[in-house]
């Protein structure tokens, strides 16, 4: 189906004190990705696939601020980004990321869009197999 809110990105001027700021104010454990300049943020207790076990938390990410992420943003998943951006753009909204894979692939792909009223949003796609 899709359609939940599974992610969060926050951008960051200055890496290394975004991220010592986030863990010294709320305890977020952090998992850098050097290859990727991103780090996963985790704000709740996970499973081992990395799904929170709390309803209604969720976990997210940091990188450096760059286009086009420019403020918090959060990450919609859904089943098929391409079809998505299509019923996106049929009402009004606007692909500004077109789908991506996420590293290899492996992890999934990433888009984002924005809606009619400016906000950017992310997309996500489960990998396939």
Known sequence: MGGEVVHFEIPLDNVDRGHRFYKAAFGWELSLIPEMDYAMVQTTESDEQGIPKHPGSINGGMAKRAEPLHY???????????????VIEKNGGKVVRK???IGDGS?????YFKDTEGNLIGLFERPKG
Do not use: L, Q, S
């Open 99 to 101: 789908r991506i894979p």
């Open 72 to 86: 918090p943003t959060v990450t919609i998943m859904v089943d098929d980004i391409v079809a998505t951006e299509k």
């Open 107 to 111: 992890m999934g792909f990433t888009g």
